[in-house]
């Protein structure tokens, strides 16, 4: 791994064409949201600091700005309280800025990238590799060296190839 003179916040604001992000846990409800993610458990409405959060605002001056932002998540059913709310409430928000998102489901395939970790690329050159604890508390972001960059595109091309577009999982096996 290396050194990015960049934040990941930095590579947010900076990048030029296309950002991807593979998410690859059940559960990441240490690492933001958290409150809202206890209004989802409890039955409430969403908060209105969860519906304009400073991430929809990013969003959408990429989107408006002609970039491209995507995700694929690898999940197994049945969904874990997280990716209930996640899915249900966060993929939902963030697709009315202009978000898009696949499903890998490995509930009845297996998993074509295991033990790949969490990562953001963006521009197809640059990939900071996400680490997060046993229970889903984001610990911080690593640079991988320009060498690597091909491996991580791999993992996105093998991931994109089998998974569906969020839409349509969300119509099948949605709650």
Do not use: C
């Amino acid at each position: 791994m290396t050194t990015s003179s960049k934040s990941l916040g930095d590579w947010f604001k900076d990048f030029e064409r296309e950002a991807f992000r593979l998410e690859t846990l059940d559960d990441y409800s240490k690492s933001g949201g958290i409150d809202a993610y206890h209004q989802f458990l409890a039955g409430k409405p969403q908060p209105e600091e969860f519906k304009t959060a400073d991430w929809i605002n990013t969003v959408s001056n990429a989107t408006r700005a002609g970039k491209r932002m995507y995700r694929v998540h690898v999940v197994a059913r049945p969904l874990t309280d997280y990716l209930r709310f996640e899915l249900g409430w966060g993929y939902l928000r963030n697709m009315t800025a202009g978000e898009e998102f696949f499903i890998l489901d490995i509930t009845e395939q297996e998993n074509p990238i295991p033990d790949v970790p969490d990562f953001w690329m963006f521009d197809q050159n640059m990939v900071g590799a996400m680490s997060y604890d046993g229970e889903g508390k984001y610990l911080g972001t690593e640079f991988v060296g320009e060498g690597q960059v091909s491996e991580f595109l791999a993992y996105r091309d093998a991931a994109l190839a089998a998974a569906v577009p969020f839409p349509e999982w969300w119509a099948q096996y949605g709650e």
